[in-house]
């Protein structure tokens, strides 16, 4: 059987690089999988007709069986210019609908489609794979932790009527030992007025659509979490934490930037460097920016600054410390800073510092500044500090479960085959 009459698993990613990569090492890691062979196609929904280079970058070094399609760029002319993100994101989707039910037509008719994956902002898209008989699959690129916030999200909506930020007591999320501060919530949800807000709780409240939830996590991260999200009798769909899967291969670095890095990294202590990136849309404002910097130089810490080009325009989220447009746990360091920006980078904050206690967090001030103060304290504290040798300890064990996890005989990998095991049933 040729590569064009195997079943299919067809991926409808949201925009966004945080989104697209984690989708696309995800179809690599069912490709690897020699006793299921499939074939992967990704549908695209479009807001322009110029992609973004990491978006070529991306889907450049896509292995054979796996193929995409571009949808038509859908207009947001609509709009008003203040319209957030994780609405355009929504509709970017919902807007892509007619073109996605013919593509999956299309599909269907030549061969067999095992499943539809789509992330949490293209939940719209299940009804779709219903009306041909496909079951949908949401693939969560955060935390499992956000993930159960985020079931627990319609409850906490039909409970109060005030802002969130004004809720008198803290949130306890289902399997999290730690009470979260109204503030550490996701910002798309501190307005509940915002479109923004409405179009996740539209998502969230869609989540038990599902046929499955693959969460880009793994057990012992978050142990109680994920025993909660797979609790029976909850009406939750079935949830395969499958994680942390990180990106194998990349075509970035090819004028010799990345070469040069490794090699000044290579000259210093391992361990001795710290990493700054705010991710591909992580953004700071000139004030924060100005204090970062010479916040850095008061630390005398080495570190290594990554600064977006001007003309990379994709969407992701911002961490202090670690590029990742995923779960914070992708690439695990000996011990970092957190700095959170955005989104649902604050919930992530009190998992890492509160509940895991791999990080520090820099106190803001009043109007939400970090001092350079505070930024040279944390960075000494974290890298000549007891508290920072204690926190590389707890990292280094957290990094040898993640790599338990994704081993031949590890949680993930054991999940992953569930997974697949339910899919073959359908060929």
């Known amino acids: 059987m040729d590569q064009f009459q195997k079943p299919q698993i067809v991926i409808v990613p949201s925009p966004g690089m945080g989104h697209l990569?984690?989708?696309?090492?995800f179809a690599n890691k069912l490709l690897l999988r020699h006793e299921f062979s499939i074939s992967v196609t990704f549908i695209i929904s479009t807001t322009g007709s110029v992609l973004s280079k990491a978006q070529k970058s991306a889907l450049e070094i896509l292995p054979q069986g796996i193929t995409y399609?571009?949808?038509?760029?859908?207009?947001?002319?609509?709009?008003?210019?203040?319209?957030?993100?994780?609405?355009?994101?929504?509709?970017?989707?919902?807007?892509?609908l007619p073109s996605i039910r013919d593509s999956i037509k299309s599909l269907s008719a030549s061969s067999g489609v095992l499943a539809l994956v789509t992330d949490h902002f293209g939940t719209d898209a299940f009804d779709v794979a219903k009306e041909f008989n496909i079951p949908p699959y949401l693939f969560f690129t955060s935390s499992a932790l956000q993930l159960s916030f985020l079931f627990d999200l319609p409850k906490l909506d039909q409970r109060f009527v005030c802002e969130y930020r004004d809720m008198p007591e803290p949130v306890n999320i289902p399997g999290f030992s730690v009470p979260v501060h109204s503030s550490d919530l996701p910002e798309p949800i501190q307005d509940r007025k915002n479109d923004a807000y409405k179009w996740f709780l539209h998502n969230a409240k869609r989540f038990v659509l599902a046929d499955g939830i693959i969460v880009n996590s793994?057990?012992?991260?978050?142990?109680?979490?994920?025993?909660?999200?797979?609790?029976?009798?909850?009406g939750k769909p079935p949830v395969y934490p499958i994680g942390p899967i990180t990106r194998t291969s990349s075509s970035s670095g090819a004028d010799g930037s990345e070469t040069d890095c490794l090699k000044w990294l290579d000259n210093h202590p391992c361990g001795?460097?710290?990493?700054?990136?705010?991710?591909?849309g992580g953004t700071l404002s000139y004030d924060q920016f100005s204090e970062l910097a010479l916040g850095l130089e008061m630390s005398e810490q080495r570190f290594l600054w990554v600064v977006k080009s001007p003309d990379d325009k994709s969407a992701s989220g911002s961490y202090f410390s670690i590029q990742s447009n995923r779960d914070p746990f992708d690439f695990l360091p000996k011990?970092?800073?957190?700095?959170?920006?955005?989104?649902?980078?604050?919930?992530?904050?009190v998992m890492l510092?509160?509940?895991?206690?791999v990080a520090l967090r820099p106190k803001a001030n009043e109007d939400g500044l970090v001092r350079r103060e505070e930024i040279a304290k944390v960075l000494k504290c974290l890298f000549q500090g007891e508290e920072g040798v204690e926190i590389r300890e707890r990292m280094k064990r957290l990094k040898e479960a993640a790599a338990?996890?994704?081993?031949?005989?590890?949680?993930?990998?054991?999940?992953l085959s569930e997974l697949v095991l339910k899919w073959r049933s359908r060929e």
């Not at 793994?218 to 909850?234: C, I, M, N, R, Y």
């Not at 001795?272 to 591909?280: A, N, P, R, T």
């Not at 011990?335 to 904050?349: I, M, Y």
Request: hydrophobic share 35%; aromatic share 6%; proline share 4%.
């Open 218 to 234: 793994f057990v012992d991260l978050s142990s109680g979490v994920v025993e909660a999200l797979q609790e029976k009798g909850t």
């Open 21 to 25: 990569i984690p989708l696309v090492e």
């Open 404 to 415: 338990m996890a994704v081993s031949k005989e590890g949680s993930s990998t054991h999940s």
């Open 335 to 349: 011990g970092f800073v957190d700095r959170t920006k955005s989104r649902e980078q604050k919930l992530n904050a």
């Open 69 to 96: 399609t571009f949808l038509p760029p859908v207009s947001f002319e609509d709009l008003p210019k203040d319209t957030k993100i994780q609405t355009k994101l929504s509709l970017t989707i919902t807007r892509s």
């Open 272 to 280: 001795s460097v710290l990493f700054v990136s705010f991710g591909s």
């Open 353 to 357: 510092t509160e509940d895991l206690k």
